[in-house]
């Protein structure tokens, strides 16, 4: 793991129930400053609805979640994406109808100080703002590989790159934590390494990164710890070893996955 342990994320007993169903059961863990942390699990583990509840999406039935020592259970998700916590979704939601560009700079607007009267009457400030809101848009479409694409409508891009359009899209709020939400899937082999390298890059330049994916392949690769959910509840937790050796887990996911066994010295060896 690259940079300082500090943690960034601490999660106490954080629980979320729909009536009689516990989706996540008292869920423990933290996760430290410039880490890529990956949470594991059968379909219905309860993965996407701890996303959920981290970025305010959902509020929680019980426990906690803190982000940089404050308290962000309860918070709505732009009070949180203010904080430094963003996310991706499983299901890509972009502007079709707008440009690559366009998207990334609607998510920068967020950050933006001038309000609508100053944008309407294009006041100095406004004017200014905007293509300051361009440039950094620009410049996240260029660490993403999607610079060249800035122009396109971003309806007409291949799946895989409205994947990476959405991350770029979260980038543009300057995140310290970024959730991202299957990010891999329906992505081409030669897709799911060029996302194995923009985790990277992200880690690399200091953002943590928690990850939901089912392609274990990625997540044995890339991730510093695993963290495995079943039926809502942690099982185990651990380095990429640790849990593919776990009976817990691979009773969870006989049947559903087959672990792809990596190399302990193989883990990270670009970050090291």
């Known amino acids: ?29 933290s996760v430290a400053r410039g880490e890529v942390f990956a949470v594991i699990g059968p379909n219905g ?5 701890l996303f959920n509840l981290l970025a305010g999406a959902l509020p929680a039935t019980r426990g906690e979640a803190r ?3 404050q308290m962000i259970t309860g918070l709505r998700p ?17 502007f079709g109808n707008m440009t690559v560009l366009e998207n990334v700079m609607v998510g920068r607007h967020t950050k933006s100080r001038y309000g609508f009267i100053d ?31 800035a122009s396109d409508n971003a309806g007409a891009l291949p799946f895989g790159q409205q994947r990476v359009l959405e991350v770029a899209r979260a980038l543009a709020l300057d995140p310290e934590l970024i959730l991202l939400d299957e990010p891999g899937a329906g992505l081409t082999r030669s ?26 392949e990625l997540v044995m690769g890339i991730a510093d710890r695993v963290m495995v959910l079943d039926y809502g509840q942690k099982i185990a937790e651990g380095t990429p070893l640790q849990v593919q ?25 670009a970050a090291q």
């Open 1 to 29: 793991m690259a940079g300082t342990t500090t943690t960034i994320l601490e999660v106490n007993k954080l629980r979320k129930e729909f009536g009689g169903v516990i989706a996540v059961h008292d869920v423990s863990f």
């Open 45 to 49: 583990a309860g993965k996407t609805t």
């Open 67 to 69: 982000f940089k020592n």
């Open 78 to 94: 732009h009070q949180i994406a203010a904080l430094g916590l963003t996310r991706t979704f499983q299901n890509v939601q972009i």
């Open 119 to 149: 944008a309407a009457l294009h006041l100095p400030r406004a004017n200014a703002a905007e293509r300051q809101t361009r440039d950094d848009a620009m410049q996240r479409l260029e660490w993403v590989g999607l610079a060249a694409r």
């Open 191 to 216: 897709e799911v390494e060029e996302l194995d390298k923009l985790i990277q890059q992200l880690r690399g330049n200091g953002i943590t990164v928690i990850l939901v994916e089912h392609n274990m």
């Open 245 to 269: 050796q776990d009976e817990r887990v691979i009773a969870a996911y006989l049947g559903v996955e087959t672990f792809t066994a990596i190399p302990a010295d193989a883990n990270h060896a």
